[in-house]
């Protein structure tokens, strides 16, 4: 799975969406409040650090178990120290990928989330540069 050039996040203006506080129930329907809460900046949300987040745009399934699909597009927040297990946007060896990091017995791994993709074994000659962590996906319901 790769992903497209780099889009550095500029929060130019605020668009505040109403927001319902009634939750949605995902089992049984509940009965609807009619009353909207207050309004809701989504850069407020899934923007925790405008200087060091960028949003890519995936190409390929090799994330789909992860739920990342092809046309989404991740927020990445590169501050974040990425830890083990993780999302991260990575550049392998000049080709952008993202991937999950692993970290065993020493070794580091960029995992697919698709069993068709095998892990990908980091070696001491490849050039391993990781972008950021990725904090949220964004993509339409399918």
């Not at 992860?66 to 120290?81: E, K, P, Q, W, Y």
């Amino acid at each position: 799975m790769t992903v497209g050039s780099p889009i550095p996040f500029e929060a130019r203006t605020k668009l505040r969406i109403p927001l319902v506080s009634a939750k949605v129930q995902a089992g049984f329907p509940s009965p609807a409040d009619d009353h909207i809460e207050r309004s809701l900046d989504l850069n407020e949300h899934l923007v925790r650090n405008p200087a060091a987040t960028f949003f890519v745009r995936v190409q390929g399934d090799s994330m789909r178990d992860a739920g990342i699909h092809g046309g989404d597009i991740l927020v990445v927040d590169r501050s974040l120290s990425p830890a083990d297990r993780q999302i991260v946007v990575a550049m392998l060896d000049g080709d952008f990928t993202v991937k999950r990091l692993r970290r065993k017995n020493g070794q580091v791994f960029l995992e697919a989330g698709n069993d068709s993709f095998p892990p990908i074994e980091i070696s001491e000659n490849q050039e391993l540069v990781i972008w950021g962590v990725v904090t949220f996906i964004i993509h339409q319901a399918r």
